[in-house]
Every structure is written in C-alpha cells, then in structure tokens.
C-alpha cells in the first residue's frame, strides 16, 4: 500500500522559513515524479511544486518561485519542500502526492500538514 | 497559464438524481484533464483522468467526457457518499492548475 506522510508543519511568523518533510512507502519512490498541492482552509487545491523522478524537471507556481524549493532524496525515499520568505497567503494544508502514472495527475496524496504564517 | 472554470459552484441534488459537472479551460488542452473528489477533512481523490478513463475501483456512475476546452463530469444517479467536493485539473503544461470546485450538496 502506498503511504505518504508529510511532517514539519506548524506556526511560523511571518517572513521566516520552514522544511516539509514527505516520508514515501509501497512503491518505487525512484521511479514517479512527486508534487506538493496545498489548500487554504475552507480553500480550494492549489499546485505548488513539481519534481520529476530524476530532479532534472522542477517547475513551480508562480505564487511561490524564488521562495519555494523543491527536493528529493531518492536513497531515503523522501521528498522536501524548503519555504523561505513565508507570508500570510502561504498558510494552508500542504499535501505530498505521486504522480499517478508519471504523466502529471496526483494519487494517492498523504494526509497533509498544517502550515500557519502568523505573527 | 491555464486558467479552468467550473459550474455551477454549488449543484443542490436528491439521492438518486443525475449530477453534471462542466470544467472549461482558457485554451486547448486536448484530453488533459483529471476530476478529483473531496470530503470534508479528507485528502482528494482522483476519479477520473485523461478526461474519461476511470480511475481502478472507481464506479461506474462516475464518467467523464469531453475534449479540447470543454468538459463533464457526470455521476449517473447520486448515492449519499457521493456528496462532496468535485475538482477538474490540467496537466497540458506546468503550472498544473484546479479549477475552483464544484460543491455537490443534498
């Protein structure tokens, strides 16, 4: 069963940086492409950032290019995303998905974690 | 970027009844598109992509349809789980966008 379990969540003020974490298991991390989607709450789904298996393809939203990193360590089957320069509009519940067939759809996703940009 | 509307936002329904969902995109995006259902407090889940091909243990009341810039989500006749929150996707380049949503409410 694939699982994905994103970590590193939480409160941060204004401006300052915070790392999610996504731990992959149930299948071949090194072969899909992986994506963070996020929610506002009460929001809907906005796309966030893209790597493809390889980190040769990264692409992002424009809402958060130049702030936003996307990485991924194939030997630890996980995934990152490093939020620099946080603002109030980032807080949301950011997802870690697999790309479904390696053709850019998302499924499964994990369970999300709760971001707050609050000072 | 790709910019995809929905309608209606809101689509008030019995159990039973037939629910259609419309997705149009700002350009061509040939069959690109994906539908995605969401509960409350729970993570979406895809339905349906490449605008017709059911996702594996998807049933068969969910079908998609349509090509180009115009698109349908159709659930046959509604049963009570199917309440939720309805989201189209694109995938035709990056940035992958969402449309807005579509809320199907009893």
């Known amino acids: 069963e694939v699982q994905l379990v994103e970590s590193g969540g939480g409160l941060v003020q204004p401006g300052r940086s915070l790392r999610l974490s996504c731990a992959a298991s149930g299948f071949t991390f090194d072969n899909y492409a992986m994506h963070w989607v996020r929610q506002a709450p009460g929001k809907g789904l906005e796309w966030v950032s893209g790597i493809s298996w390889s980190s040769t393809n990264i692409g992002y939203a424009d809402s958060v290019k130049g702030r936003f990193t996307i990485s991924r360590d194939n030997a630890k089957n996980s995934l990152y995303l490093q939020m620099n320069s946080l603002r109030p509009e980032d807080t949301a519940f950011y997802y870690c998905v697999k790309d479904f067939l390696g053709d850019g759809w998302f499924d499964p996703w994990g369970q999300g974690t709760l971001v707050t940009v609050s000072s | 970027e790709i910019v995809l509307t929905q309608s209606p936002a809101t689509l008030s329904l019995f159990p039973g009844e037939r629910a259609t969902l419309s997705c149009r995109a700002s350009?061509?995006?040939?069959?690109?598109i994906a539908w995605y259902q969401q509960k409350p407090g729970q993570a979406p889940r895809l339905l349906i992509y490449?605008?017709?091909k059911r996702v594996t243990g998807i049933p068969a009341r969910f079908s998609g349809s349509g090509s180009g810039t115009d698109f349908t989500l159709t659930i046959s006749s509604l049963e009570p789980e199917d309440f939720a929150v309805y989201y189209c996707q694109h995938r035709s380049n990056w940035p992958l966008t969402f449309g807005g949503g579509t809320k199907v409410e009893i």
């Open positions: 490449d605008a017709s």
């Open positions: 350009q061509f995006i040939d069959n690109y």
